[in-house]
């Protein structure tokens, strides 16, 4: 993944710009709108953003077309079948022209239902139930593509990409309900088939398909870029930036402690411990780095003592650098979030009014004469 970094990163801003929306006068980029598709295969340069949806479906009759070009997509929350009676019937059949009556009455209600369709316009159906065989004949014969039992996730964001609606009653669909793109497409990605709505108009939401050679590769890119999404959406929303590598932690630590010596008494060493809390950031950075901690440490305090508030620690040499002129940025959204949450969390288990007491036996057994394992049943957490 890391070998592709440029090229992801690439995909996921286009994405977010794509979904990117005005409400209330805010900028909303809500990452729900992108679908993420993953099939082992190619590299993961191959990856790709599409600018509509992909439906993990087939074409659901041999007859239909596989590719349609100007598409009008008609979106069924509705079945396509024959409707059951609520209760058992039994029907008498007492010749062969009743079975072919009976036959035909069933056949011509399937074909209203697709006549009612197509009198739309639509020649692209995506149906979230159940489409007849006899009214897959029936859409073969009109040359209209169509797949059934489409998830609902994917109806929606099919809807948001282009801008169609999902209707419920057949009675009710409009030529306005239908949605429009340049290309409706079935093709064959390994061994499986998979529609490819593509080519739509200003989408709302988009999918982003990736491929790699193995299994792992494509969980992998697919955390990688899933945690990318909402980091850039974050940006998007509120587009402020401060500095990484512990700088943030460690200006904030070096403010609390002279606020801590302007306090005194037993409050300074609450107030201390909070500002300890904070170096912990650092601190971790330098030893998940494999670097010496006392000695970053000390350059730390000893840079941010002279004003170097954008210093932060060199993971990848020894020694402090300035991160803004290195480009190490974070939202500031998201530091500010960590930051509230630790302090809520903290405070939450302070109000803790209750005793907390050992199992007994619980560590290993005490020596002879010695008081048994683990904490005595009266000892206080």
Request: net charge negative.
């Amino acid at each position: 993944v890391t070998n592709s970094r440029d090229h992801l990163s690439g995909v996921v801003i286009d994405a977010i710009k794509q979904i990117m929306e005005k409400r209330n006068g805010d900028v909303v980029a809500d990452v729900d709108n992108v679908q993420i598709v993953k099939k082992e295969g190619q590299s993961l340069t191959e990856t790709a953003l599409v600018k509509g949806i992909i439906v993990d479906k087939e074409v659901v009759h041999a007859g239909m077309p596989k590719k349609i070009k100007g598409a009008k997509i008609a979106l069924l929350d509705a079945a396509l079948e024959v409707k059951k009676t609520e209760f058992d019937a039994e029907i008498r059949i007492t010749s062969p022209d009743s079975i072919k009556a009976f036959l035909d009455s069933e056949s011509e209600m399937l074909k209203k239902k697709v006549d009612q369709v197509t009198a739309t316009g639509a020649n692209v159906v995506f149906c979230q139930k159940g489409i007849d065989d006899m009214a897959q004949h029936y859409f073969a014969k009109a040359g209209v593509m169509a797949a059934r039992r489409v998830k609902k996730s994917d109806m929606e964001k099919l809807a948001k990409a282009t801008g169609g609606k999902v209707v419920s009653n057949l009675a009710d669909l409009k030529e306005s309900d239908l949605g429009i793109c340049g290309l409706v497409e079935e093709k064959k990605v390994g061994n499986d088939k998979m529609i490819f709505v593509e080519e739509c108009k200003d989408p709302q939401a988009v999918a982003i398909f990736i491929r790699a050679g193995l299994e792992r590769m494509l969980d992998e890119a697919e955390r990688a870029l899933n945690d990318a999404l909402y980091v850039i959406s974050d940006i998007a929303e509120v587009p402020q930036m401060v500095a990484g590598g512990g700088s943030v932690e460690m200006e904030m630590a070096k403010a609390v402690r002279e606020y801590a010596a302007q306090v005194g008494g037993r409050e300074q060493l609450a107030i201390e411990a909070f500002a300890d809390a904070l170096e912990v950031i650092p601190r971790t950075l330098a030893e998940n780095a494999g670097l010496d901690i006392l000695d970053t440490m000390v350059a730390m305090k000893t840079a941010h003592a002279k004003d170097g508030k954008y210093m932060g620690v060199n993971v990848f040499d020894e020694g402090v650098i300035d991160m803004l002129s290195e480009g190490v940025v974070e939202p500031k959204v998201v530091k500010e979030q960590a930051i509230k949450s630790g302090i809520e969390v903290a405070s939450m288990i302070l109000r803790i009014d209750d005793v907390v007491a050992a199992k007994s036996g619980g560590m290993g057994g005490g020596g002879a004469g010695g008081p048994p394992g683990g904490m005595p049943d009266d000892m206080d957490m």
